[in-house]
């Protein structure tokens, strides 16, 4: 006699969010103590991953597809220009650490990361929103939730993975 499993109970969207923030805070807890260096190595290869040649054409196309806004050659630039630009603005930026001395006032600014961020991606913007939205997350060491439109969540979850599989080659958690 072969022992039978009930099938779970669908999660509620209370259990779903509870277990991805969950999942978003044990990675983050992985990230918290990385260095400047590794942060904004994990930052190029998140915008690289989608950017790429060939990716970036691809994804395009997915999300004049799937949303049916918008058009291709728009869509491919705000891939091409939005998370370069994104990623060109922080790139620099001080996001570890001592990130600002003032010494005539006895003041020691130390970047700490918060925890998990949550945030929005509409379906007009699906191709470079999580994009620039996670990289800014990771930048500070913390770590991001995406609530896709439903218009626009393939989209979303093909940038997503596409974030996820560079993170994971360069030894950081993929939530």
Not at 4 to 22: F, H, M, R, Y
Not at 57 to 85: H, M, P, S, W
Request: glycine share 4%; aromatic share 4%.
């Amino acid at each position: 006699m072969s022992a039978q499993i009930a099938p779970s109970a669908p999660l509620s969207a209370a259990e779903e969010v509870a277990k991805l923030i969950a999942r978003s805070r044990a990675a983050q807890a992985q990230i918290e103590n990385y260095t400047q260096e590794q942060v904004d190595l994990l930052i190029r290869a998140m915008v690289w991953a989608v950017a790429r040649p060939g990716v970036a054409e691809e994804i395009a196309q997915f999300t004049v597809d799937e949303t049916q806004l918008g058009n291709y050659d728009g869509k491919f630039l705000k891939i091409q220009r939005k998370t370069r630009a994104t990623l060109m603005d922080i790139i620099d930026d001080k996001s570890v650490g001592i990130i600002e001395e003032l010494p005539e006032r006895n003041i020691v600014k130390i970047a700490k990361p918060m925890g998990v961020i949550g945030a929005l991606c509409p379906s007009t913007n699906p191709e470079a929103t999580p994009v620039i939205k996670a990289i800014s997350a990771v930048k500070g060491r913390n770590s991001i939730v995406l609530a896709p439109h439903p218009r626009a969540k393939r989209t979303n979850k093909m940038i997503c993975d596409l974030m996820r599989d560079a993170l994971v080659k360069f030894g950081a958690p993929a939530d």
